[in-house]
T-cell receptor, first 116, second 109 residues
């Protein structure tokens, strides 16, 4: 998967707690995408970020979810006050540029969030 | 109407069969087309990436794009049990990648 690192791989949270999911993109990639995947369903776009900027958050729930991609360090997807319906696999992908060429996205192995 | 529609699975074929996986799309702005393979409990793995209409071959895999019909396909020749996975089509214009819901393929020995 070309070096996209996500951690933790598995995360268990009680209802009402906060979940923090981290994604380190491929070295040199400045575009990060977050997706959610429910069992037996496809990938659902959540948010697209470039360094220090949110470009498209049309797939993010309006409340409790936030994402950032700081100048230094990994991208973080934060879910506050988790509920059982947040249980899913969350995947991060990164890409190099938006111009022609080298625009394919590479994925991490995902973080499986379980809310109990 | 979804931007990307993918043929429903699951699809079950005998070993050695030719597999055809398809997606249609409605957004004319899509320029780049990808196929990913996802094994259970793993992240999607990029299989094929194409830009223009036509065919692109890589080993047993052939990706086909028909922009005039807004239709893309992935063909797998001489399918193997190790090809059993979920296959997702994906496409993008200038910004975010949009995925199909995936087709689950099972190749039976």
């Amino acid at each position: 998967n070309a070096g996209v690192m996500q951690n933790p791989r598995h995360l268990v949270r009680r209802r009402g707690q906060e979940a923090r999911l981290r994604c380190s993109p491929v070295k040199g990639h400045s575009h990060v995408y977050w997706y959610r995947q429910l069992p037996e369903e496809g990938l659902k776009f959540m948010v697209y970020l470039q360094k220090e900027n949110i470009i498209d958050e049309s797939g993010m729930p309006k409340e409790r979810f936030s994402a950032e991609f700081p100048k230094e360090g990994p991208s973080i997807l934060r879910i506050q006050q988790v509920v059982r319906g947040d249980s899913a696999a969350y995947f991060c992908a990164s890409s190099h540029s938006q111009g022609a060429g080298n625009t394919e996205a590479f994925f991490g192995q995902g973080t499986r969030l379980t809310v109990v | 109407q979804k931007e990307v529609e993918q043929d429903p699975g699951p699809l079950s074929v005998p070993e050695g069969a030719i597999v055809s996986l398809n997606c249609t799309y409605s957004n004319s702005a899509f320029q780049y087309f990808m196929w990913y393979r996802q094994y259970s409990r793993k992240g999607p793995e990029l299989l094929m990436y194409t830009y223009s209409s036509g065919n692109k071959e890589d080993g047993r895999f052939t990706a086909q794009v028909d922009k005039s019909s807004k239709y893309i396909s992935l063909f797998i020749r001489d399918s193997q049990p190790s090809d059993s996975a979920t296959y997702l089509c994906a496409m993008r214009g200038y910004q975010k990648v949009t995925f199909g819901t995936g087709t689950k393929l099972q190749v039976i020995p």
